[in-house]
């Protein structure tokens, strides 16, 4: 949609931009106080412990070639994120396609089948599978995770230079060749895309719970863009003021929030040139504000519409504002998605998963490290000694195999006198069961258990149903957070995807059917805008695994066979179609291009003296007697056939 011209400097492009201040600097004053606790979840995910003066002086010392002891962090909180992070990924991301819809209003199955193959197409070409990763491991480490939508409508600009015959007066050709540069705009994706929004640069409207985001009356972002995007963005249209924006760019400080100390963001403020910023040509990053408020366009003197309106807008530097436009979209609804992992719909933000088990990961960190520093204490000798007898440099010698040397002045005296070593225990000896203890305590409250790490529990034999029924026990608290997510994030991020593409794709295109593909069914539908019109539902997650392939494959092998040695369950059953089906399930994608075709079946051809021996036991009917038997009706029994169940094969 084509944006308003703001001119900057006007009284409009003051009042505007101070209410988008005015509505950023709020949010983040209170998204900030959630800023240390997401620093100590940070360090926690990394086994990150800053270094004091204590582990510096003894680091020091161990460089120099003196073994010392260091404080580690058990990692433990990365494992058990890592673990629900698998876990969710699977439930959400191995399905095929990964965003399933119904019919809400009975649209046939063909448009059903068109709008899941659009959306699969978006979703792998637009690169929304990373994001989708990303989403879920932000709701872990933050206690949510936000994604952004947009329409994209790629323009690939192809500069080339070729050969053209040199025309005299633009008419006549000279024989020669003149090189000339040719630039041609490509038009690429298509599609809905997909970005991930930091929390730290996530700024919705703090008056209501960011689960409900999309009841406040404004969401943001922080980001930062480099010229050349700003330059396409002006080129399209898109963005204005960009002269003033050149004129007002100045050096600054990174102002995006760095977060732990112990993650690297890219410096986006730094200059290839330095900052004498010589020849001009580095342009560098500009910091932009994206705001989506819903206004009423009379009150913000941008229309005379009295109705509140959603429209997005960019504010460049904290100064200029350069784009402002309704947003236009039919779904009505922010161009983001939240999920969280805790079901807290009274809060801003809700706790993560690792700011949960954080207090006993301190624990037992804390019981791991003060047991190695014990050890370390008793593997080094502890001695009492005579300094006036014995050599002090081999006493104090931190090397194995000591020897300590009498002074000449005790030579002939008991060296037991002289020094004598302390009777040392392990008074920490107990903490690797307290810190088992801690660990089964942290499985305990995050429902990510050790057969959910796929560990199993070494206690005593196990069978695979036992098992089976562990692991599905384990994992009900994920399933229930795994449905939870499924309602509140996937489901609404599911609407924005189909609804936009309702509105803004234009095109006819083919593509492939996902999900199972019945023998016989084409394998490509025709997408175009009436084919996906309608309304859907997005099918939900139910928060299970899903099912073993290899296992389901070995299951349809078992029923194959109990079919094809029943005649009337092989008369009912399409039994080609079940071994493609199975041979699909073990792996074995290309299986149907080995099938003959009609004209290539050859009859079985049974030897005379076979065919005789099979009529004279029964086991055959000569064509002319059936034929008979047929006329007559049909119904008589033949030999070594049970009445009632049809013709022998």
């Known amino acids: 949609m084509m944006p308003k011209h703001i001119e900057y400097g006007t009284d409009l492009h003051r009042s505007v931009r101070d209410a988008l201040l005015a509505r950023y600097r709020f949010s983040k004053n209170e998204m900030q106080k959630r800023y240390d606790n997401w620093r100590r ?57 990964i965003f399933q819809f119904t019919a809400r209003h009975g649209e046939p199955m063909n448009r059903v089948e068109a709008v899941e193959a659009l959306i699969d197409y978006q979703v792998k070409n637009g690169g929304m599978q990373a994001v989708l990763y990303m989403w879920l491991l932000d709701a872990i480490k933050y206690g949510f995770g936000v994604v952004g939508q947009y329409w994209d409508e790629e323009q690939i600009s192809v500069s080339r230079i070729e050969e053209i015959p040199e025309l005299y007066m633009g008419v006549f050709d000279t024989g020669r060749k003149t090189k000339k540069r040719i630039v041609e705009r490509v038009r690429g994706y298509t599609g809905n895309k997909l970005y991930n929004v930091r929390p730290y640069d996530f700024f919705p409207d703090p008056r209501v719970p960011i689960g409900q985001f999309q009841d406040g009356e404004y969401v943001g972002r922080y980001v930062e863009v480099g010229w050349n995007t700003v ?19 100045v050096r600054q400080i990174n102002q995006r929030e760095q977060g732990s100390n112990a993650i690297t963001l890219p410096e986006a403020k730094q200059d290839i040139l330095g900052p004498n910023w010589v020849d001009g040509k580095d342009m560098g990053y500009v910091s932009l504000i994206e705001m989506y408020v819903e206004l009423v366009p009379k009150e913000w003197g941008l229309g005379d519409g009295s109705y509140p309106e ?53 624990l037992l960190t804390w019981l791991l490290n003060t047991h190695l520093q014990n050890v370390r204490k008793v593997l080094n000798d502890m001695f009492v000694f005579d300094p006036s007898r014995v050599v002090m440099k081999d ?17 002939g005296t008991d060296p037991r006198t002289a020094i004598h070593q302390f009777q040392v225990t392990d008074v920490t000896r107990q903490h690797v ?20 790490m796929g560990m199993l529990n070494p206690t005593g034999r196990r069978t695979a149903t036992e098992s089976r029924i562990s692991t599905n026990f384990s994992a009900n608290r994920l399933k229930t957070s795994a449905e939870y997510m499924s309602a509140t994030g996937w489901g609404p991020l599911a609407q924005l995807l189909v609804q936009s593409s309702q509105q803004l794709f234009d095109m006819q295109q083919q593509f492939r059917v996902v999900g199972d593909v019945s023998m016989g069914k084409p394998a490509f539908v025709d997408v175009d805008p009436s084919s996906i ?54 792996g074995a994608k290309n299986v149907d291009q080995f099938k003959l075709q009609p004209g290539q079946i050859q009859p079985q051809i049974v030897p005379d003296a076979q065919a005789a021996a099979n009529a004279k036991s029964g086991k055959s009917i000569p064509v002319n007697q059936a034929e008979i038997a047929s006329a007559q009706g049909g119904a008589q029994n033949q030999p070594q056939q049970t009445p009632g169940m049809g013709r022998l094969m």
Request: overall charge negative.
């Open 310 to 362: 959603k429209w997005a807008f960019v504010l460049a530097e904290e100064e200029i504002v350069v784009h402002a436009s309704p947003l236009g979209m039919y779904h009505g609804k922010f161009p983001f998605a939240i999920q969280e992992t805790e079901p807290d719909r009274y809060s801003i933000t809700s706790r993560s998963m690792i700011e949960t088990i954080a207090p006993m990961q301190d």
């Open 231 to 249: 330059n396409k963005r002006e080129q399209d249209k898109q963005y204005f003021n960009i002269d003033k924006l050149k004129m007002h760019r």
């Open 433 to 452: 069961e307290d810190a088992d203890r801690i660990m089964q305590l942290i499985q305990r409250v995050s429902g990510v258990t050790d057969n959910v």
């Open 533 to 586: 019109a309608g309304f859907y539902d997005f099918v939900p997650v139910e928060g299970t695994l899903p099912v073993d392939k290899f296992a389901l494959a070995s299951l349809w092998k078992e029923l194959l066979m109990q079919i094809a040695s029943a005649p009337p369950l092989a008369q009912q059953f399409d039994l080609s179609s079940i071994f493609s089906y199975t041979a699909r399930l073990a």
């Open 395 to 411: 006493v104090v010698d931190p090397r194995p195999g000591k020897y300590i040397r009498l002074k000449p002045e005790a030579y």
């Open 41 to 97: 979840t940070e360090e926690k995910f990394l086994a990150y412990i800053p270094e004091k003066e204590a582990d510096r002086l003894r680091r020091m010392q161990r460089e120099q070639g003196t073994p010392q002891y260091t404080t580690i962090e058990i990692p433990y909180t990365y494992a058990v994120a890592m673990t629900a992070h698998t876990y969710w990924a699977s439930v959400f991301l191995s399905k095929s396609p």
